[in-house]
């Protein structure tokens, strides 16, 4: 599965932005897919995971209520839908997949190459 991530740019504080990140490969709906972000100087930190079948999603609590994330398997894309921005959400974001929704990068297989996203004041 190769996946290309996309949807980043510069917005204000307060503002929204969606990112989206398609995929190749016919197992796509077989994987869960989480987005990951990583700031300057920080350690890449989990965001936002979703199983296979979409039911289910799980958020890291310095985004739970402002960040949706969202998978259409037919179209094999998966959505981040982010509201309510402020600065220290300034990060490269990077979209995985993996067999599982967990916090812990090294468990997801598949990574896209990561998309910008700059909050400013």
């Known amino acids: 599965v190769q996946l290309q991530a996309s949807g980043g740019g510069l917005v204000q504080a307060g503002g929204s932005l969606g990112l989206s990140c398609a995929a190749s490969?016919?197992?796509?709906?077989?994987?869960?897919m989480a987005w990951f972000r990583q700031a300057p100087g920080k350690e890449r930190e989990f965001v936002a995971g979703?199983?296979?079948?979409?039911?289910?999603?799980y958020y890291a609590d310095s985004v739970k209520g402002r960040f949706t994330i969202s998978r259409n398997n037919a179209k094999n894309t998966v959505y981040l839908q982010m509201n309510s921005l402020t600065p220290e959400d300034t990060a490269v974001y990077y979209c995985?997949?993996?067999?599982?929704?967990?916090?812990?990068?090294?468990?997801?297989?598949?990574w896209g190459q990561g998309t910008l996203v700059t909050v400013s004041s």
């Open positions: 490969g016919r197992t796509f709906s077989s994987y869960a």
């Open positions: 995985a997949g993996g067999r599982s929704p967990v916090q812990k990068d090294y468990e997801y297989d598949y």
């Open positions: 979703i199983i296979w079948s979409g039911y289910s999603t």
